[in-house]
Every structure is written in C-alpha cells, then in structure tokens.
C-alpha cells in the first residue's frame, strides 16, 4: 500500500507536465499569444502575420416556425488564416480567427 501514492503522485505529475507541453502557444518577441487573443493583440505581439488566407465554415441551424415546422437555415462564418515563421528551427504557425478572436493554432513544417 505504501507504494501506491507515490505511483499516483508520478503519474499526476507527468500527465499535468504533458499536458503544459501541448499547451497552444506563439511566442513573439517575448509576448505569448494565447487562444481568446484578438487579431489586434496579435498584431501587437507578433507583427503582420507573413500570409493570410480565409475561408467560410458553413454550419446549419433548426429553426422552429411558428406552426411547429423546422427549418434548416445554413450559416457562414467567416475564419481568417495568418501565418507566422517564428524563425530556423521553429515551426510555421497557422492562427485560426473567428469573429475576432484566436480560436485554434496549428504547427505546420519545421523552418530549415
């Protein structure tokens, strides 16, 4: 019995410890950007991204009439793209928008 809180306590230790490391991030001229951050908090911290792209995310939506029928209304959000080289050794960071805000960050190819 003895051996089984320090097994537990380890293996806490190590999956907070990943799960820092998988923690979304950009750092920029010692600013971190973080998910929530707006365009203008980025531009801030990292400068005009090196790219932008964009494109629409349809989604749908039931909208239940007045007489009880539904109805299928399909939106579009629009996402923006930037893209970031950090520098050698680093990789491409793609930032996702939506409605303003950093909703999603994906690491592309490692800069050579």
């Keep these: 019995m003895k051996n089984v809180i320090p097994c537990c306590l380890t293996t806490i230790f190590f999956a907070l410890l990943t799960g820092q490391a998988n923690a979304e991030s950009l750092r920029c001229n010692g600013d971190i950007v973080e998910i929530n951050d707006t365009k203008a908090e980025v ?3 990292c400068g005009n991204p090196e790219m932008t792209d964009s494109y629409c995310e349809k989604s749908a939506q039931k909208i239940r009439q007045s007489d ?25 960071t793609n930032l996702y928008f939506a409605q303003g ?5 994906r690491y ?5």
């Design 43 to 45: 531009v801030v911290k």
């Design 68 to 92: 009880g029928s539904l109805t299928l209304v399909e939106n579009c959000e629009n996402v923006d793209i930037w893209t970031y080289n950090p520098g050698k050794g680093q990789f491409l």
């Design 101 to 105: 805000k950093l909703r999603e960050m």
């Design 108 to 112: 592309g190819d490692r800069v050579k």
